[in-house]
């Protein structure tokens, strides 16, 4: 991309207030793991005070180096299971994060996926029975190779958002989105 993703903008907000605002008084604890630029991206952008927000010093390692900063917070928490939100997908609503949260009540020990017309987005919400099998995953891997293990626990969960799949790895991704978002 060029530039850090979190501090693109989609209208008046960083890709990652965004996120942190759709996801404020859905989940709790809400946790940011920041990397590359870490300092920098703190400083620029505002999050509900909700928010923890935790550094992952070996960021160059890839995501899943990411996540398992986040799920060595959250194994010492209450939860049921972790919504993972990739800032480069962020066309995330509130109605996608409620739907997914919603169907994990009655589900307690299913992968999540939300589908658009049957092709596979993000978030992704792992049960917390996985946390220790995602935080020894391969890294070269990623989760996907926890997904693709358990295939009998993945659940599609269709929604009626197509911003699930919006992917913003290079700048035309990021213009085509802008073009879809709209202004605030």
Not at 19 to 36: D, I, K, M, S, T
Not at 77 to 90: N, R
């Amino acid at each position: 991309m060029g530039r850090d993703k979190a501090l693109l903008r989609l209208g008046r907000r960083t890709f990652l207030e965004h996120l942190a605002g759709v996801l404020e008084g859905e989940v709790a604890p809400l946790v940011v793991v920041l990397g590359y630029h870490a300092a920098e991206i703190q400083t620029q952008v505002r999050l509900p005070p909700p928010a923890q927000i935790l550094r992952n010093p070996d960021y160059h390692l890839g995501q899943l180096s990411s996540l398992h900063v986040a799920l060595r917070f959250l194994r010492e928490q209450p939860v049921a299971g972790a919504l993972v939100c990739l800032v480069d997908h962020p066309a995330l609503s509130k109605q996608v994060v409620r739907t997914l949260v919603a169907r994990f009540r009655n589900q307690p020990t299913s992968i999540l996926i939300p589908a658009w017309r049957g092709r596979h987005g993000h978030p992704v919400l792992f049960p917390s029975l996985l946390f220790e099998e995602l935080l020894q995953a391969p890294l070269a891997e990623g989760a996907r190779a926890v997904v693709r293990r358990h295939g009998e626990s993945v659940e599609y969960v269709e929604v009626e958002e197509e911003g699930i799949l919006w992917d913003v790895d290079r700048p035309e991704d990021y213009e085509a989105i802008k073009s879809r978002w709209p202004s605030d």
